[in-house]
């Protein structure tokens, strides 16, 4: 069940955090994968580490997901290495906290450029050389479906992360490619990292009553990049413990 193997699979921000957590998890199913982030040194550090020790291919490949030359380089380098994409995971993503009234339109341009601008630049150059099964898999947030203060911008981008995965599932249904996306609660990573006051305030709203790890979002990853799930399409998976369903 579930297994990758010959499958190649690009993750953007794999350095650390919840891509890591993915990008372990694919490569244990037997996916060659690529670990791509903002510095080239970090990605071809996991990726030599990954290939030594799960025994897949890997690449690294430095990728600004915001700029659209930088993410071409990444498909072409992908092929050229490859031969194929199998499955994108648009995971980078950043989540500054910032007042409404204090938000700069820098601010703004930011968030949107790097979290939703970035799921178009690179659901559209994977898609254009992609085979029918292949799976495009979003890291999309609970904050798509519940406000939370500071976070307007973020708020808005992983909304709009939702509307992309359901729009483009219908487009690319013709090519048999699937879209979805998942939506973590709270999850432990260095991204997230805050006081343990604050951590224990936030698992005390959680009905699971612990953080997330990467490994959760990994195993959702992991199914709905599979021939398992090659039936579903334009879903947001939610994985949060509980938290907004109360
Ligand atoms: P993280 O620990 O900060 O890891 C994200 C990685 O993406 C970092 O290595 C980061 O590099 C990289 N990155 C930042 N900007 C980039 C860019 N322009 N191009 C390529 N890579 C870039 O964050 P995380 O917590 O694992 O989050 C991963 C994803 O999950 C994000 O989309 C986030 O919104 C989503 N998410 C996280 C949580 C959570 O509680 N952690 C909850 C819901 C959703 P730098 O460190 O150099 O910035």
Not at 15 to 20: L, M
Not at 39 to 60: F, M, N, P, R
Request: charged residues 20%; neutral net charge; hydrophobic residues 45%.
């Amino acid at each position: 069940m579930f297994d990758l193997k010959g499958k190649v699979a690009i993750i953007t921000g794999s350095r650390r955090g919840i891509g890591k957590g993915i990008a372990e998890r694919l490569a244990y199913a037997g996916a060659n994968v690529v670990i791509s982030d903002i510095s080239q040194e970090d990605c071809d550090a996991l990726a030599k580490e990954i290939s030594e020790k799960l025994h897949v291919s890997t690449l690294g490949v430095k990728c600004d997901v915001s700029k659209k030359e930088e993410v071409n380089n990444l498909m072409q380098k992908t092929i050229k290495k490859f031969s194929k994409i199998d499955i994108l995971v648009n995971n980078a993503g950043i989540f500054p906290f910032v007042e409404l009234e204090k938000m700069t339109e820098a601010d703004w341009d930011k968030v949107l450029n790097i979290n939703l601008k970035s799921v178009f630049l690179c659901s559209q150059a994977a898609a254009k050389v992609m085979k029918p099964g292949s799976k495009i898999v979003s890291i999309s947030s609970i904050a798509s479906f519940v406000g939370f203060s500071g976070l307007t911008h973020y708020c808005a981008s992983k909304g709009g992360i939702n509307s992309m995965t359901r729009a483009m599932a219908l487009e690319l249904a013709p090519k048999k490619i699937n879209v979805n996306a998942v939506a973590p609660g709270a999850i432990d990573t260095p991204g997230a990292a805050s006081t343990e006051e604050a951590k224990n305030q936030t698992i005390a709203v959680i009905p699971w009553k612990r953080m997330g790890q990467p490994s959760d979002i990994a195993n959702a990853v992991h199914y709905l990049a599979s021939d398992e799930a090659d039936y579903v399409t334009g879903h947001i998976l939610v994985v949060d413990g509980g938290w907004t369903v109360q």
